[in-house]
């Protein structure tokens, strides 16, 4: 069989997008034996000449800049992994309107610019595709995909910051204090030295923002979101919730309200007979309700260079596949 | 927008095939303004006079043979939900080889003929789709489908009888015995009046030969597992596994082993760190490892009218939609 050529493009290397090069690298002759798609990683963006020379690619795909990557017509998916609001949303504008497909794991730029990005793939027929964005290599844009074809969803919450469900489950397992949590957190490389995006919710609320608009079918903005983080949750909070057979948990959750919606971040009591009680470490769980379908759990790693490759991945291979049709249509 | 036409043909106005019809109604407007798609039923088959009636279809749409859906080309996707071996494996390769798309919720009939079916399939360049047949309404396939883009999968496991979970967690929080829960089951119409499908295995046999299949890309036969029942189950046991924080579930598991792979549903000790041992009531919930994303877990509602014609109709959009695009490539 004669494999198709894929380009793909990955803007920046970092952790995640140097994991990435080396899953296509990895993982090429299990997808052109599966799929009859060949990916070839035709040009990165990587200002950085250390970073571009351990990355262990021909020194002619690496670009400096964004032109030269848009005018390329070898290139049929972007990889936009640069992280931030900017350049990243611009770039991925601009890479919809050269008719690339594009695949982001980049929540802040997608939660505050989701409605321009969403307009312009659909404008350009192209995929925009985000699986890693939310929940890390949990399979859950797919399978809000597939739910939505045949719900109205009424409901998503759960924990979607895998660094605060550390830390709370470290306080409920050793009965320790927060500032004790964090810092082994902070030890294990779970949390940033500067952990204020995860433990006051900022990453949170990117991600419900994410799931709300799809869920809602307008652009939610991450402001919209009521946000509580959890520095003031205490050590006799945490073991009297376990004391009643639940935990405390840092819940995102999106929930219609007539026609209105209700969208919270907020350290919050789950019982003992609910999953997301039960999810511990640094894992995700993200719970999608619809009205034929019931409640459903999804759990995995909601982090890391591997389950985040991995959700790109499968992301490329789909913009490959099927183009704009891999879109996530909205809800309403 | 033209929506454009898509005829639909059920085979089975039973409890399942009523809901597809009834859903294809309720949510049709919804899908049309989504895809651009309008769904029409567009035949039926089924013998019993008394059932069509009670389905509200025009009458000249009830067919009382498969040719006449056959030689039809209005109709583009068929649902199969005769429930069976025999005619349901036969009447699915017969639709396939006259270029319908088909999709089905029978994991009796595809366990046993998964290897003509896919072959077929494959042969016709159409969609065969079955997210109904394992894990009820779970979006099981598509995250399958997802995971196995970008990753080997090493182990499948789960609870995928919802039957025998409601009896094990009945046992579990009443601390009764096996015949008391069963009888419980039956009452509340989770338990057939012969319940031996469900409480000896069979039925996780049927399912998880599918997802085997997936997995290993070859036909896993339903009589390769090594099944046991729950009917050994004793009070004691599970107060027992209570008593240790976790449960005993009824695990179907598919674990490679170098170029092996071990089949097994048995009634297995989960320990309280994993979530599967929190899964109660008639839920089911499968885990599925990659050797990138780690473990994942789904869990939501196995069975019923409701869940499982959500996930047929998804399939059927799919279908529609993306035609054989929409297939699970084979794992390996």
Redesign the interface.
Known sequence: MNDRQVGVAILGLGTIGSAVAR?IRE?GD??A???GLRLVVQAVLERSRDRAARADLPPETIATDLATILSDDGVDVVVEVLGGEQPAADFMLRCLRAGKHVVTANKEALAKHFGELTAAAQEAERALLF?ASVGG???LL??Y????????ITRVRGIVNGTTNFILSQMAEQGTAYDTALAEAQRLGYAEPDPTADVEGYDAAYKLAILASLMLGRHVRPDEVDRTGITGVTAEEVAAARERGGAIKLIASAERDGDAVRLQVAPTFVP??N?L????ANFN?IELT?D??????????GAGP??T??????DV??AA??GA?ANV??G?
């Open positions: 899953a993982q299990l997808i034996e599966r799929y699986e290599g949990i399979p797919v399978s995909r597939q739910i939505l074809a045949a719900n109205r003992g007979d999953l009680a039960h999810v511990s769980a619809g034929r379908v019931g409640p459903v759990v999804l759990s995995g790693q591997l389950p490759a991995s959700a790109i991945l499968s291979v789909e596949r099927v049709a249509v909205l309403a």
